[in-house]
């Protein structure tokens, strides 16, 4: 699936409020744990995931690693549900036939790469919250900060060390700011969106870290 978008009128932050939105009047009500009825649409997933690169790149060469497991996990999901589309709309059924077959934690398996789709939200839903919390808060800390909590712990020593390097090549946090609010919006229309971003993505991820857990992926680490 190559999905290309351009985010002319708005920013990333309300195109993604928009696809969690329809995530959410797709969910099915009364939707309990269970294997069997949990909904997580494919397609809507992976175009969240899509804008999330987009607010990467705004804080420039830094976020390349991350940005790039992003991507590789993204196209991995994609091919799968390109192989079949009708099959593959629902990613718990996904995670269900890898975990069948005994695959979901072995090799570049698509159960992994949802993992760490995941745990990028989680990223950059904790990268939000300082940010919308105190703006005036250095970059480096707001991103060290963000990424210790959600990151670090599932990365090995190789990962880290990578990331420990990117802090130096961070931008100032104003022209980050700058660089998420399209033209001609004020510091508190984006301030609101991230807050409303993150109201709608926090819930989400609660949900597939327990579909995680379900399924014995939530302990996976890097190398």
């Known amino acids: 699936m190559k999905r290309s978008r351009e985010v002319e009128k708005g920013s990333e932050i309300e195109s993604a ?6 995530l959410i009047e797709l969910k099915p009500t009364g939707d309990s744990l269970d294997s069997a009825t949990v909904h997580i649409p494919t397609r809507l997933f992976l175009n969240v995931c899509n804008l999330v690169i987009q607010v990467l790149d705004k804080i420039g060469p830094t976020m390349a690693v991350l940005r790039q497991d992003i991507y590789q996990n993204i196209q991995r999901l994609e091919m799968l549900c390109d192989s079949d589309p009708s099959m593959y709309t629902n990613l718990v059924e996904i995670l269900k036939k890898e975990a069948d077959e005994g695959n979901a934690r072995k090799g570049a398996s698509c159960s992994k790469a949802f993992v760490w789709l995941a745990r990028s939200l989680d990223f950059t ?47 100032d946090n104003k022209t980050f700011i700058n660089l998420l609010m399209p033209k001609d919006e004020t510091y508190d229309t984006l301030k ?29 680490k890097s190398t």
């Open 192 to 220: 609101e969106h991230m807050q409303t971003f993150i109201s709608l993505l926090v819930p989400f991820l609660e949900e597939i870290h327990s579909i995680l857990i379900l399924y014995g992926l939530d302990r996976l």
């Open 17 to 22: 409020i928009k696809e969690l939105s329809m």
């Open 125 to 171: 839903v904790a990268l939000l919250q300082r940010l919308a919390a105190d703006p005036g808060q250095k970059m480096e800390q707001l991103v060290e900060e963000s990424y210790n909590v959600t990151l670090k712990p599932w990365h090995g020593w190789i990962s880290a060390a990578a990331y420990k390097v990117s802090l130096k090549l961070l931008p």
